[in-house]
């Protein structure tokens, strides 16, 4: 089935570490989304991919970093700069064409500091 | 800048009671309004979405309507059952620089008492 697959689904980090979060989609969308969202919170954008090689900041994009390598694949690293990482991450995809603004989730990864 | 405003933030509604959720949104060149349901500790899952040209579209127990004067829409639940309890997120979103832009609302809890 096509989807979006995010790795781990519970991850533990202690502080000073770098972790990074795997993304991989075989929907063939161009473009990829993460998102951090904090306990009864919505939605912010950290980072997107339009296309291969090519990614911007979004709203919160400190302590993080991102590559796009392939085009199934989208992994986030949440660095020893980011102060408060404890949430639940959620990476994204769009297609293309007239659709090309619906956006598909994965099932998303927590990530807690301990 | 632009943003979505989303209300209630919380809504308790008896089972077999319709649930209205509302959304304001500030950019006018939006065009496209997925609504999302996310149940604990998954991603969300989109549910229903609406495009500028229409005002109103029903599947099943969940409509949506769009007034773009006013630059409101909303999601009206039906005959509510226990299972539709969850988080519901609206969102804007439209083309932007390389591709497109969509903000989400701060979400709105739904309760289904049985």
């Known amino acids: 089935d096509g989807g979006i697959t995010q790795s781990p689904k519970y991850l533990f980090r202690k502080e000073g570490q770098n972790v990074t979060l795997s993304c991989e989609q075989n929907?063939?969308?161009?473009?990829m989304y993460w998102y951090r969202q904090d306990p009864g919170q919505g939605l912010r954008l950290i980072y997107y991919s339009q296309i291969v090689n090519d990614f911007q900041k979004g709203d919160i994009a400190e302590g993080y970093s991102v590559s796009r390598e392939k085009k199934e694949s989208f992994p986030l690293t949440v660095t020893s700069a980011q102060k408060n990482p404890t949430a639940f991450y959620l990476c994204?995809?769009?297609?293309?064409?007239?659709?090309?603004?619906?956006?598909?989730f994965g099932e998303g990864s927590w990530l807690t500091v301990v | 800048g632009e943003n979505v405003e989303q209300h209630p933030s919380t809504l308790s509604v008896q089972e077999g009671d319709s649930a209205v959720i509302k959304c304001t949104y500030s950019d006018s060149a939006s065009n496209y309004f997925p609504w999302y349901k996310q149940e604990l500790g998954k991603g969300p899952q989109l549910i229903i979405d609406i495009r500028s040209n229409v005002g109103e579209k029903k599947d099943q127990r969940i409509a949506v309507t769009l007034n773009k004067t006013a630059k409101h829409f909303s999601l009206h639940i039906t005959e509510t059952q226990p299972e539709d309890s969850a988080v519901y997120f609206c969102a804007a979103s439209r083309r932007g620089d390389g591709g497109f832009k969509t903000i989400f609302g701060a979400g709105t809890r739904l309760f289904v008492k049985a």
């Open positions: 994204a995809s769009t297609g293309q064409g007239s659709s090309g603004n619906t956006i598909y």
């Open positions: 929907l063939n969308h161009d473009a």
